[in-house]
């Protein structure tokens, strides 16, 4: 269950209703204090405010995963969420993933050639890694289904998945992910399936 | 977008208090349909009250049923040991909705009252009844799909587009309301409204009204479940055809049934008269198929969701077939 610092959120709250918020984010480790309309999207505040262009707007409403990014370390679509939403919260970009070279996610997909036009890429990338770290990894089939929230209109989809086993091979799973994966196996197993 | 007012709130107290006072204040929670409306035109609050901070967000076993946070996020219920294991129609239904992205942002109380896919009510440059009372329904004659076969009117054929509020249904489920005037308990089977006359008005809820959690009882629990959604690809889309059952058994006899179906129906719709018909009897391939092909009765098809009642009759069938083990 997600965990909520009652104390942060009080801290937060407006006295009265704004139109316009100050509102602070940890972003990529680094922390934000910025002014932003209420109408503002967290996409649209990491690209316009941060400029952070590396989080893609596609679709806006949802459906294609381009503006994919962590929240507190879980992945969401930043189009439809507002800014003032995530006051206090920490964000992970495409942009934060590499730590003294690339991420592994982000050789797998150059290495399996996971694209081509590269639209998609950093949601796709994003995606992969809080797929990894949900633990829902463990077929093809599961690994797809979980990669859903991406489109990608070239069809990389294929390479895609090889990119995402790949970057697995290479121990790319931490301990949560494989406790998780663990314990669901031991689910499976007590129903019989 | 219109420009609105943002205001956060900590308590169910100071969440009701901001949209009872009918200042054109809403709730937002998880924001994955909320958003969408915005960005569409289809909804212009003058106030968004953030419920985020109320942490009604855990999955709760207790000696006569299971709660259920309304905040919880949808990947955290449909991942829930307890949840999958005593309800698994909840389960699927939920591991089956949206996306993996929007599952770790939406929350169930918010996915009961997401909003229809109806074409013309999500295109706010066309008349909708739903959302502009008295402005005409062009999917009577129109672009009607993926609209409603059952409980429609001659104003609204909108479908009630979710998955988990069918499977609630299922399984006797009901939802905990905070109010004004205090709490109270209201069943899944009865949130939702037909359209009627007023296809704008779609659930019981009143001003100010917050739901704070879904309580399955026990007795449902105990009872075999299963949930099958058919649409027109095989992930992250809305059912044209769902149907969730919950069925009490002795060996293979049926004590006690429940058929609730959705992606057809203008709410979660329950199918009693089938339930009926499969009470005392032995699931087998021909109670199946029987049960399905009543399953359509009194549908009122317009055109392109004409499809829908031989979808919706196989759909039940295949469900009883897999809940039996015959499929």
């Known amino acids: 269950m997600l965990e909520t610092d009652e104390g942060q959120v009080r801290r937060s709250e407006a006295a009265y209703s704004q139109h316009a918020a100050s509102i602070a984010l940890t972003v990529n480790g680094e922390s934000h204090q910025i002014q932003v309309d209420a109408r503002t999207t967290l996409l649209d505040a990491l690209r316009d405010r941060l400029h952070l262009t590396g989080t893609k707007k596609g679709c806006g409403l949802g459906q294609c995963g381009a503006c994919t990014v962590l929240v507190d370390g879980r992945r969401v679509v930043s189009c439809l969420t507002l800014a003032v939403m995530n006051q206090g919260k920490s964000v992970t970009t495409i942009e934060g993933l590499a730590e003294g070279g690339l991420h592994p996610v982000q050789k797998a997909f150059i290495e399996r050639d996971g694209f081509q036009c590269g639209y998609c890429t950093p949601g796709q990338i994003m995606s992969a890694v809080g797929l990894i770290r949900e633990g829902r990894t463990r077929s093809d089939d599961e690994i797809r289904e979980n990669m859903s929230g991406n489109l990608c209109r070239c069809g990389a989809y294929t390479n895609i998945v090889q990119a995402i086993k790949d970057a697995l091979a290479q121990g790319l799973d931490d301990p949560e992910a494989v406790r998780q994966a663990v314990e669901a196996i031991r689910q499976d197993a007590e129903r019989g399936e | ?327």
């Open chain 2, 1 to 327: 977008m219109v420009p609105f007012a943002y205001i956060a709130v900590a308590t169910p107290e100071a969440a009701i208090r901001r949209t009872a006072e009918g200042r054109g204040a809403e709730y937002v929670a998880g924001g994955t349909d909320m958003v969408q409306l915005l960005q569409e035109g289809v909804r212009a609050p003058l106030e968004l009250v953030d419920i985020n901070g109320i942490a009604f967000d855990d999955v709760s076993i207790a000696i006569d049923g299971i709660r259920i946070g309304a905040m919880a996020r949808l990947a955290d219920v449909a991942d829930d040991p307890a949840i999958r294991e005593r309800v698994p129609v909840v389960s699927s239904a939920l591991q089956e909705s949206a996306s993996p992205q929007v599952r770790n942002m939406a929350t169930v109380g918010g996915n009961l009252l997401q909003r229809t896919r109806c074409l013309y009510f999500r295109d706010a440059t066309t008349p909708c009844n739903r959302r502009v009372p008295g402005s005409g329904c062009p999917a009577l004659e129109g672009q009607n799909r993926i609209n409603a076969i059952l409980g429609g009117s001659p104003r609204c054929i909108a479908a009630y587009p979710g998955d988990l509020a069918v499977a609630l249904v299922a399984v006797d489920a009901e939802v905990l309301v905070a109010g004004p005037t205090g709490e109270r308990t209201i069943t899944v089977e009865n949130l939702h409204r037909l359209p009627g006359d007023a296809p704008h008005l779609e659930t019981v809820l009143e001003p100010g009204d917050l739901i704070t959690a879904i309580w399955i009882p026990l007795a449902a629990a105990g009872r075999r479940s299963h949930y099958l959604k058919v649409r027109d690809r095989t992930t992250f889309e809305w059912a044209l055809a769902s149907a969730a059952v919950s069925l009490g058994m002795n060996g293979d006899t049926i004590l006690e049934a429940r058929v609730a179906v959705g992606g057809v129906a203008t709410k979660p719709w329950r199918l009693r008269h089938v339930e009926e018909m499969l009470v005392d009897r032995r699931l087998d391939h021909a109670l199946a198929r029987a049960a399905g092909e009543r399953a359509a009765d009194g549908a009122e098809p317009r055109g392109r969701n004409a499809f829908k009642v031989t979808l919706l009759r196989r759909t039940v069938e295949r469900a009883l077939l897999q809940i039996g083990g015959l499929a």
